[in-house]
């Protein structure tokens, strides 16, 4: 009953957000002093073809009626225009986009696999590699390694992904010529091209990310380590690899994985930079686009399911913190 | 003579100042020996220094043999080695001494298979051994921690420690956060393993009832050195050292004998007893009825606090007149501090009346409120935490006067100055903060904000339990001149019945949210009419070996161990 | 001057066969003739063919040239202009390419569903005005096909340009009654010698041989190799290093953007691929509009003719002048049938801010012009060559404050605000077919300020916009070109622009595509014709 | 405490560097004899655009070399991008704080629908790509409105529900000391028990964080300069030149290396900063050393 509840509250609320998110994103982009239908109108462009242009994909209409159009077509889809050439776009309907030819929802279904390829690769990385690194730099704290770690992190933080990204491909992809510099291969096609083609972006977006594991974990390991909890473990003979492997180490994943799931959720949005610098056909990609032509219907879908990914991946971190700590389990 | 199991030869543990210098004693098999003393006075830091559980900023010098061992020259193996195998050790906070994310079940195994190759399900047995040996239910192992109540946690901490049967067990302060029943368990825990498992037992606290009830020998520290040893009964009896006499001065005990027979009362109304004054229920869902007399400066009627479904209080009437103290007792989640919570305006009841000086307080609004507010004084638990640590001790008590009155600059200073005067406190300490005060001074200057308005009425939550007993009577002391010279009335909550027999007028049991019995203080202590009231009475040890003996049995015969 | 590398640096011979790349930095292609504003030269050209088509070899000026029809004969004082379509021609299913099918292609563009391609055939076509495409069921009556092979367009004023506007993509065919899906431009029907084999947006399209193309009817496409391939979604810096590194398949690849000046300043330093930079003669004009409407005094606006630094300009646009293209002091553009060399305001490249000074000081302005609006979009290095605009201005007194848009908001601004508030604005144009009337009359016929147009000078002049409808309705291209010379003079004499430079373009391509070069117009290699090297 | 830190310190002094010369860059271009706006293409190679000379042309003249295609003097842009930086990382900061803070603790002290709102809204913003909102804002905002200060507004408004959580903890840790209840008992309205009690034990953690959070709102400035909304030519701006200088990164490296390190120098100086001065603020910590 109190699960049902929460689970009830939770959905509720998760949709607000998502609302407001689009709302916020409508209102802004609304605002833009710009013209879709310009862009559809060609050149030389007249006014009778701008008020078609207009007309057609349903911008005649004052703003909040669009955007109630907009919601609407989530639930019952929608049809642009009349007749042949009309366009049909099937619920849920998260918008049509002119400039694409397409639906929204294809178009992040065909970029999805991309990002997700790209994200939870580099995410894994930078886990494995930040924790590892944070753990190491607070059993040794104060030495050189941390000392060390703590400088690569901070350049990792400084540096901008472009830099990282554009200076990884001219040393590592064309000086030395062991990796590919872009592209994407599915991995329904062949996983180690798929592998292969993606460890440059992976190691740039890790190590953009990394530094901030590594500095969370060593607080957070420097303050386990305080715990009465540990010194009764020392106290009771077990091994140090116990000691710090089991009980030290869950205890610092927990605010760890709060942290990861937002980062993962907004990853999953779309990791602009490194796409672009990678020339892969990822969301992030898709997002820019939007924006750059100014695509109203593409840009809502994207943030919408952005949203929904960062939503979706606090609702699953709530779960594993959960299953990590059983005070925060539910009932 | 055997040679000890355990002896300390000289040890010193210095920080970038000493912690603990010279220190010798020792310990045979199956003894019981007791370190005393005052806070910081380096009992923890040498038992610590026994297992290497220092930090590493610790220096050690001196020897430590254990069964012939030198601990101190030992690797860091063979350290591990006798760490929870040849001696256990027990911490002071059960709360935080277990890894909260891990099952307390998975957590004993683990201890269980560090030392010895026990398969898993030997380990497994071995759990529930351990579990039934500390008294709890086989059901226990699947709990977290945060499961288990505090007394519980103890116990599985206790478990934990003799896993692998050590010679010795070190048990530094194993009691101090418990309530007096639950410390009652937890000692006759501890002696019955002392007999079941022939383990020597380093005991560290400094509750002088603990050391009567539990030790052969004790040895006295003070400022890092041992001042004096020897057996309990000589020790107690004949303290040759000063600091030792002056220890035992100030511990506060009951007066009174072991709790007899309840003594005959009447029946008043269904399910209430009453003998004049004194009341008492004897059903469970009833709380004793209050009759408030005269203008009492607090009266509840019907209070009830409810977090959520769960009632905290459950229909409590009670009434404070003027210049009366009355003593709140009771164990642990009886409901006290909600109690003093409704009363302060911290938590909204969920029903009934809080009455102050006539006014209802819960119809007040805006100047008339606080106004209301500014007549009640309050001193916490712990003084640490009830002073701003951003705040020098003059702001904290010009705190009531920059709210409620118009009082600034030098005037305010002058009154600042006479509240420091009436605490006791010299006006050297205006300017310095609170972590540059003692615990004793804290709470005076915790003492002086709550009577800078001159209040009505005084709430006092546990004022003392977070001191030493030594700083705890003079605070005692302080607090009973105040309310003689002020002639404030006075709510004063404690789960020490000495000390609140030492200070009410009335005292008001409370028990699972509901008042169990109320009366004069001396009639309530030396003849309780409830059975929980018996029971609390019988738990609250003595700092006298041989009173202590009789107090436990009595105590035994009321409820039986666990 | 030396115009750099030409074609001419494609030194191996281009063979039939292999597979031709082109690294986009685009997410998509487009092959949608109705929405396409493509160049008859370009990627729209592998698939489809047009009614007619350009002259596009080095050495040759540009001129209308046969494609599917000829090159159309005019009637009526160039009010109707008939058009003949080739024998045997068909389609990439078989079918048989008709007049019907032209037809039909261009009544297709006048559909709301399918706007967005070049549409200058829609106001002067009888009718154009208000027809709203074919799917309805109504057809153009302006438009006739006698018979399968003849089509015949009724204008509705004399022009003399209109087999220029055949040459756009509207007048592609589309076969009749197809084409009413919105995504037809992902199988198009093809007519040129490559069909869409594979599209996936962001990633590449893949074209493949159309065995129905006949190369004996084709003069404007080589066809060379099997199989064309567009890698989409490329990022700029990393196509030039893949361009510069010249391994594997990138050899047979070309960089469809132009190099940047980092990219060109690296390939000063790279023998080898600096032989492989294909620099185009001339191109855009690159000019700094004046508002007229808050420039008022031509003085004023003649003033910035001496101000600006075209050296500098130079610089910011591609490192060196050579690389950047030539100083420009007219509105027709180098490579136009019939431009005239002439410069009306001769003053050092550099700029003479001192006769600026002076010329402000006349208009009652001696301490110059403060807080100029100079607003500038934000691709195409825009904001680094206003900077030294800006540097220059400053010099001859004029303090402005550059105001860099997003490319969209900067139309917005620009083209389509009602009362702007930008004092001067930077552009280059490039005219959509190579003839004067389209380098002058978008950007100085007052029917083109605002509402999308690209006047960006608000120049308003009755007597001008007389002068350039007469010029179009001329259909002899010698009186003509005369018309527009004057019209360009004229214009300038006002001063609502300042031509800057005519653009070079640089494309970088791999060591084994050939016969990639850049004629005199536009300043685009021809894709068509390229090929791999054997 | 600080000063037994020598990383730290090290820190702090590379702040006051950076700082001093951000504040003097008038006068330290005036020594040189540059400024960041004149075009200088006679220290050009005039074949390519580049900087003549070796090393991006560093000289008595231009002490760090000049920018290829303009030749205005890299060390003027330098100093002078520090200038941006610095006030837009720390007033960003400023405002995130300030509002972080607010709003954080009132989170935690009032509980209830307050706290719920503000968990909410940090959860909007955090799940909103704020990167494209900042795009579609620099469009929407008229242009009189000064670019730096709605920078700041952004970056900042953007930055508070992470202050704002951090806050709302450690008010939720303080709520539950007996200090606050006293001042509660006496009468002392939320605002009150905010200004006298609260805020003076946030201090520390405020300070830390605001520390940790400066190189982010600069790197932030820079990615904003990189994708061409941040502030607009010819101020100079590090993030700006760097995302130019990543173009020339092989032919003119010295374009890169000045900017970049000087980025790099900031923002490690204000992460070495900050752990040292939590490390100095921490009685934990502290003990443990
Ligand atoms: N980690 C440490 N660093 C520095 N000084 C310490 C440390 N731990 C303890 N001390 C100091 O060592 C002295 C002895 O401390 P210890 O904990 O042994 O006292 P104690 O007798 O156990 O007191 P209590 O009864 O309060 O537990 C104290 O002055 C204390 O401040
Ligand atoms: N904020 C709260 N939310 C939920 N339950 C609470 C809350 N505060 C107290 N309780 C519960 O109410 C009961 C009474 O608590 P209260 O603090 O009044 O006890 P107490 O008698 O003062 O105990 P102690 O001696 O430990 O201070 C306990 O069971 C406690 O767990
Ligand atoms: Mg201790
Ligand atoms: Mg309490």
Redesign the interface.
């Known amino acids: 009953m109190r699960a049902l509840r929460f689970t009830a509250n939770r959905i509720a609320s998760t949709l607000l957000v998502l609302l407001v998110v689009v709302f916020i994103t409508y209102v802004v982009f609304y605002l833009v002093p710009s013209d879709p239908a310009q862009l559809a109108c060609g050149r030389p462009c007249t006014e009778q073809n701008l008020a078609l242009a207009r007309e057609f994909m349903g911008l005649d209409d004052p703003w909040w009626r669009q955007f109630l159009d907009y919601l609407g077509g989530v639930v019952t889809g929608r049809t642009f225009g009349v007749g042949a050439t009309s366009i049909h776009c099937a619920a849920p309907c998260f918008g049509y986009s002119f400039q694409q030819n397409t639906d929204v929802a294809v178009l992040i279904a065909e970029r999805l696999p991309v990002t997700f390829s790209l994200a939870v690769g580099a995410a894994v990385l930078w886990l494995v590699a930040g924790v590892g690194a944070g753990v190491l730099a607070a059993l040794r704290r104060g030495t050189a390694w941390d000392r060390i770690t703590l400088a690569g992190s901070v350049a990792g933080v400084s540096a901008p992904v472009y830099l990282v990204g554009l200076l990884g491909i001219l040393v590592l992809g064309f000086t030395l010529d062991v990796v590919p510099v872009g592209g994407y291969v599915p991995f329904t096609e062949s996983p180690v091209d798929w592998a292969w083609h993606l460890v440059l972006p992976w190691l740039v977006l890790a190590f953009a990310h990394a530094a901030v594991y590594l500095r969370l974990t060593r607080a957070q390991m420097l303050e386990v380590l305080g715990e009465d909890y540990i010194r009764t473990a020392r106290a009771n003979g077990l091994r140090e690899s116990s000691v710090i492997g089991r009980h030290a180490l869950r205890n610092v994943l927990l605010p760890v994985v709060t942290v990861f799931g937002i980062d993962l959720g907004s990853l999953l949005g779309g990791a602009v930079i490194t796409e672009r610098v990678f020339s892969l056909p990822g969301l992030g990609g898709l997002l820019i686009d939007a924006v750059n032509q100014r695509d109203l219907p593409l840009l809502l879908g994207c943030t919408l399911f952005a949203a929904f990914l960062v939503v979706l991946a606090n609702a699953v971190v709530d779960l594993c913190y959960g299953a990590l700590d059983p005070r925060a389990r539910l009932t | 003579m055997t040679p000890p199991l355990l002896r300390l030869e000289g040890v010193s543990v210095a920080f970038d100042a000493p912690a603990a210098e010279e220190v010798d004693y020792s310990l045979a098999a199956g003894e019981v020996l007791a370190v005393v003393g005052e806070s910081g006075s380096g009992k923890t830091v040498t038992a610590l220094s026994l297992l290497g559980l220092l930090p590493g900023a610790a220096t050690v010098t001196g020897r430590a043999l254990f069964a012939g061992r030198d601990l101190f020259a030992l690797s860091a193996e063979e350290l591990r080695a006798v760490r929870g195998n040849g001696i256990g050790m027990v911490f002071q906070e059960p709360m935080t001494a277990l890894n909260p994310v891990f099952r307390v079940g998975d957590q004993l195994a683990e201890v269980v298979r560090a030392h010895g190759g026990r398969t898993a399900a030997q380990a497994r047995r071995r759990v529930d051994e351990l579990l039934a040996l500390v008294g709890l239910p086989p059901g226990a192992r699947r709990k977290y921690p945060h499961e288990l109540s505090g007394g519980q946690l103890q116990r599985v901490v206790i478990a934990m420690a003799v896993a692998n049967d050590p010679a010795l067990l070190i048990a530094d302060e194993p009691t101090t956060a418990l309530d007096v029943t639950v410390q009652a368990e937890v000692l006759e825990l501890l002696r019955d393993l002392r007999g079941r498992l022939d383990a020597a037992i380093l005991l560290i606290t400094h509750d002088m009832g603990v050391v009567a009830d539990l030790a052969d020998r004790v040895v006295v520290m003070r400022d890092g050195r041992v001042v004096e040893q020897g057996p309990v009964a000589e020790v107690f009896a004949a303290p040759r050292h000063e600091y030792t006499r002056s220890l035992l001065d100030s511990v506060i005990s009951l007066s009174g004998p072991p709790p007899a027979e309840p003594p005959a009362a009447v029946e008043v109304s269904p399910g209430v007893v009453a003998r004049g004054a004194h009341v008492a229920v004897t059903s469970p869902s009833l709380s004793a009825p209050d009759r408030p007399g005269d203008d009492p400066v607090l009266a509840l009627s019907g209070l009830t606090v409810a977090y959520g479904r769960f009632r905290a209080v459950d229909g409590v009437g009670l009434h404070v007149g003027r210049g009366e103290v009355l003593g709140l007792v009771g164990e642990s989640g009886s409901g006290k501090s909600s109690i003093a919570g409704a009363v302060t305006g911290l938590v909204t009841p969920a029903a009934g009346v809080v009455e102050l000086a006539g006014q209802e307080l819960s119809r007040l609004r805006g100047r008339a409120a606080k106004r209301a507010r500014g007549r009640v004084g309050v001193v916490f638990q712990d003084p640490a935490s009830s002073l701003n640590p951003r705040a020098t001790v003059a702001r904290s008590i010009a705190s009531p006067f920059l709210l409620h009155t118009p009082l600034r600059g030098a005037e305010l200073d002058r009154r600042v100055d006479g509240l420091l005067d009436a605490v006791r406190l010299s006006p050297s300490l205006r300017d310095r903060y609170p972590h540059e005060l003692s615990g004793g001074q804290r709470q005076r200057v915790g003492i002086a904000r709550a009577i800078a308005l001159d209040p009505d009425l005084l709430i006092a939550d546990e004022p003392t339990s977070a001191l030493d007993v030594s700083v705890q009577a003079r605070v005692l002391d302080l607090f009973r001149a105040l309310q003689a010279e002020l002639r404030f009335a006075c709510l004063f909550i404690s789960h020490d019945l000495a000390v609140v027999e030492r200070l009410a007028d009335r005292v008001a049991v409370l028990h699972g949210g509901r008042v169990v019995e109320t009366g004069p203080a001396d009639e309530v202590l030396t003849a309780p009419l409830h059975p929980y009231t018996r029971r609390l009475l019988a738990a609250a040890p003595v700092a006298d070996p041989v009173r202590q003996r009789e107090r436990r049995e009595a105590w035994l015969a009321l409820d039986g161990p666990g | 001057n030396d115009p750099g590398n030409t074609g001419a640096s494609s030194a191996a011979e281009a063979a039939q066969g292999g597979t031709l790349r082109i690294l986009s930095e685009g997410?998509?292609v487009n092959y949608?003739p109705a929405?396409s504003?493509s160049l008859p030269i370009t990627s729209l050209g592998f698939v489809h063919r047009r009614l007619t088509g350009w002259v596009n070899a080095e050495g040759e000026q540009a001129a209308v040239a046969p494609d599917l029809g000829d090159t159309g004969k005019a009637s009526d004082g160039g009010k109707t202009w008939t058009f003949t379509l080739k024998e045997g021609l068909k389609f990439g299913d078989g079918s048989p390419i008709r007049s019907h099918d032209v037809k039909w292609g261009v009544e297709r563009t006048f559909?709301?569903?399918?706007?967005?391609?070049?549409?200058?055939h829609?106001?002067l076509l009888v009718g154009g005005?208000?027809y709203?495409?074919p799917?309805?069921g109504e057809r153009l009556a302006s438009i006739e096909t006698p018979d399968d092979r003849t089509i015949v367009f009724r204008l509705t004023r004399p022009y003399g340009d209109w087999p220029w506007i055949t040459s756009t993509p509207a007048f592609a065919p589309v076969p009749e009654g197809k084409g009413?899906e919105?995504?037809y431009?992902?199988h198009p029907v093809a007519s040129g010698p490559y069909q869409l084999a594979e599209y996936?947006?962001?990633?590449r399209a893949r074209l493949v041989r159309n065995p129905h193309w006949d190369r004996a009817s084709d003069q404007i496409r080589g066809g060379l190799p099997d199989e064309v391939q567009f890698?989409?979604?490329?990022?700029a810096?990393?196509v030039s290093?893949?361009l510069v590194?010249d391994?594997g398949e990138d050899r047979q690849a070309f960089g469809s953007s132009f190099a940047?000046?980092?990219?060109?300043?690296?390939l000063?330093?790279n023998a080898s691929a600096k032989q492989r930079l294909v620099t185009s003669k001339t191109g855009a004009l690159a000019y700094l509009a004046l508002n007229t409407e808050k420039l008022t005094d031509p003085k004023v606006r003649q003033a910035f003719q001496y101000a600006v630094?075209k050296?500098?300009y130079q610089?910011?646009s591609?490192?060196?002048a050579q690389l950047a293209g030539d100083t420009a002091t007219t509105l027709i553009t180098q490579g136009i049938a019939g431009r005239e060399q002439f410069d009306l305001y001769p003053a050092q490249p550099a700029g003479e801010p001192e006769k600026a000074k002076r010329l402000l000081a006349e208009a009652g302005f001696p301490d110059g012009l403060k807080d100029l609006?100079f607003v500038v979009p934000?691709s195409n290095d825009y904001?680094?060559k206003?900077?030294?605009l800006?540097?220059?201005l400053?010099k001859a007194g004029i303090a402005v404050n550059?105001?860099?848009?997003?490319?969209?908001?900067y139309?917005?601004?620009t083209s389509?605000?009602a009362n702007p508030?930008y004092d001067l604005t930077l552009s280059s144009w490039q005219p959509?077919f190579p003839s004067a009337n389209a380098n002058i009359q978008?950007l100085f016929a007052s029917s083109?300020i605002g509402?999308?147009?690209y006047n960006l000078s608000r120049y308003r002049n009755p007597e001008v916009d007389a002068l350039i409808e007469a010029a179009q309705s001329e259909v002899d291209p010698v009186a003509a070109n005369r018309r527009w010379v004057e019209l360009d003079k004229k214009i300038l004499a006002d001063s609502p622009v300042v031509p800057l430079i005519y653009t070079r373009n640089s494309f970088l391509r791999g060591s084994e595509v050939a016969n990639f070069y850049i004629a005199d117009f536009p300043a685009y290699p021809n894709y068509l014709q390229a090929g791999i090297a054997k | 405490m600080l000063r037994r830190d020598r990383w730290a310190l090290a820190g702090a002094v590379t702040i006051a560097v950076l700082g001093l010369a951000a504040v003097a860059a008038d006068l330290l271009t005036a020594i040189e004899g540059q400024d960041p706006y004149s075009y200088r293409t006679e220290a050009l190679d005039p074949g390519t655009g580049g900087p003549a000379g070796v090393l991006g042309g560093v000289s008595g003249d231009h002490w760090f070399g000049v920018e290829p295609l303009t030749g205005r003097d890299l060390f003027a842009i330098v100093v002078h991008g520090a200038r941006t930086s610095f006030l837009i990382g720390l007033a960003a900061t400023l405002v995130s704080v300030v509002f972080g803070t607010l709003v954080g603790a009132a989170a935690g002290y009032l509980g209830g629908w307050p706290d719920r709102i503000v968990t909410w809204a940090a959860d909007v913003f955090l799940g909103f790509p704020y990167l494209i909102f900042m795009i579609a804002l620099g469009a929407v905002v008229p242009s009189h409105v000064s670019r730096p200060l709605l920078l700041i507004l952004v970056i900042g408004f953007f930055g508070w529900p992470s202050i704002a959580r951090i806050v709302r903890a450690q008010v939720l840790t303080l709520k539950e000391r007996n200090f606050v209840a006293a001042a509660r008992i006496l009468g002392a309205s939320p605002w009150q028990v905010f200004r006298a009690e609260l805020l003076p034990n946030l201090w520390a953690p405020i300070i830390v964080v605001a520390t940790l959070s400066v190189p982010g709102k600069i790197g932030l400035e820079a990615a904003l300069s990189f994708l061409g909304v941040g502030i607009p030519p010819p101020t100079p701006s590090w993030g700006r030149t760097i995302s130019t200088a990543v173009d020339w990164v092989s032919t003119e490296p010295m374009f890169l290396f000045f900017p970049g390190v000087a980025l790099f120098l900031a923002t490690w100086a204000f992460t070495v900063f900050g752990d040292g001065l939590r490390d100095a603020l921490d009685p934990k910590t502290d003990v443990r050393r």
């Open positions: 997410q998509t949608d929405k504003s559909a709301p569903a399918f706007s967005g391609g070049l549409g200058y829609k106001q005005g208000d709203r495409g799917f309805e009413a919105p995504d431009g992902e996936q947006r962001g990633v890698q989409l979604g490329q990022e810096s990393v290093q893949r590194a391994s940047s000046p980092a990219q060109l300043a690296q000063q330093g630094d050296t500098s610089i910011a591609a490192g060196a609006d934000k904001p680094a206003a900077q030294a800006q540097a220059a400053a550059i105001r860099v848009l997003d490319t969209d908001a139309t917005a601004e389509q605000a508030t959509d978008p083109e509402g999308g147009g």
